[in-house]
């Protein structure tokens, strides 16, 4: 599968603070998702980016997808305590036998 | 919550046993994947289904197998379990050919002593 750096690995904000992660591949992806896991949760489905450059917003949520598909971003403004989990980038392979191979995620812990 | 269910949801076991664990969906969604999550790893795929009796393995299957005689229910068994297969264990659907998010089950954390 198509693997993926995802930094950092840890975040820890005050409240109101804006919080990013990067997802990098050294190779050029077809399309990408987001997943957020609260603690003791199941990860949840956010977004999928599938075009170069792609840019999708979800509230105070901004998901960049890069002009050579080989890195993503995930941009949060102002965090709220709400925000705290661990979020994931997953890229996706091709074909209709579609899998994902998921990035390491990024823990966020937000201090009121 | 895409209608997922996992059973069980904890379970100890000791080593050499047979464990299985369930997945039911109640939507008839024809792709179902089986992942585990360890600290350090994230998640990773163990084995997948495309349909009625059509598996494949993902990353990490070895000591691993999967069945699926109905489209709503998708079996992992750990043949006979070792502590490195301790481990939070989730089950996801795919809604369909063109859409490629998948939606998670609750998990099963399996203890292995």
């Known amino acids: 599968g198509q693997q993926v750096m995802q930094i950092p690995q840890y975040q820890h904000v005050q409240e109101g603070e804006d919080f990013t992660t990067y997802c990098n591949s050294s190779t050029t992806l077809s399309n990408i998702q987001w997943y957020k896991q609260r603690p003791g949760g199941h990860p949840v489905f956010l977004i999928q980016l599938v075009k170069s450059g792609e840019v999708k917003k979800q509230k105070r949520l901004t998901f960049q997808f890069g002009e050579a598909k080989k890195n993503s971003s995930l941009h949060i403004t102002a965090t709220q305590t709400t925000d705290v989990g661990t979020y994931f980038c997953?890229?996706?392979?091709?074909?209709?036998?579609?899998?994902?191979?998921f990035g390491k995620g990024t823990l966020l812990t937000v201090n009121p | 919550d895409a209608g997922i269910t996992q059973s069980p949801r904890h379970k100890v076991t000791e080593t050499g046993t047979p464990v299985t664990l369930r997945c039911h969906q109640t939507?008839?969604?024809?792709?179902m994947y089986w992942y585990r999550q360890d600290p350090g790893h994230g998640l990773r795929l163990i084995h997948y289904s495309y349909g009625v009796k059509d598996t494949d393995k993902g990353e990490v299957s070895d000591g691993y197998s999967v069945s699926r005689s109905k489209t709503e229910d998708f079996l992992l068994t750990l043949e006979s379990a070792t502590s490195s297969q301790t481990s939070v264990y989730f089950c996801?659907?795919?809604?369909?050919?063109?859409?490629?998010?998948?939606?998670f089950g609750p998990g099963t954390r399996l203890t292995v002593t």
């Open positions: 939507e008839n969604h024809r792709y």
């Open positions: 996801a659907i795919r809604p369909g050919t063109d859409l490629y998010e998948q939606y």
């Open positions: 997953a890229p996706g392979s091709g074909g209709s036998n579609y899998k994902l191979t």
